[in-house]
Nanobody
Framework: QVQVVESGGGLVQPGGSLRLSCAASGSIFGINAMGWFRQAPGKQRELVAAITSGGTANYADSVKGRFTVSRDNAKNTVYLQMNSLKPEDTAVYYC??????????????WGQGTQVTVSS
């Protein structure tokens, strides 16, 4: 079994910063991509940022220049540093990890989500 657990959400004022963390644990042979999606009320879940095991990152246009995704492969952990936060960043943020448990193929595992609220 594989568990994915996020932490670091909360309430922040516009212009502020938050750092999300996400750790994968369990029967892990290897992890390909890790990253973050978010879902605001009444909207579809959207990709925020993702990073490969080699460190190549990609971002949604709406967060480029404000958010930074990074990972620690030794700890099976991915981070999302969010700066210059805007009210429209308010959403539940979900972490995912493409995990191989056997060395043959990968499967996406999801965290339970962490709420980020940007409001004055």
């Amino acid at each position: 079994q594989v568990q994915v657990v996020e932490s670091g959400g909360g309430l922040v004022q516009p212009g502020g910063s938050l750092r999300l963390s996400c750790a994968a644990s369990g029967s892990i042979f290897g992890i390909n991509a890790m990253g973050w999606f978010r879902q605001a009320p009444g909207k579809q879940r959207e990709l925020v940022a993702a990073i490969t095991s080699g460190g190549t990152a990609n971002y949604a246009d709406s967060v480029k220049g404000r958010f930074t995704v990074s990972r620690d492969n030794a700890k099976n952990t991915v981070y999302l540093q969010m700066n210059s936060l805007k009210p429209e960043d308010t959403a539940v943020y979900y972490c995912y990890a493409e995990v191989s448990t056997t060395g043959w193929g990968t499967y996406p595992y999801w965290g339970q989500g962490t709420q980020v609220t940007v409001s004055s």
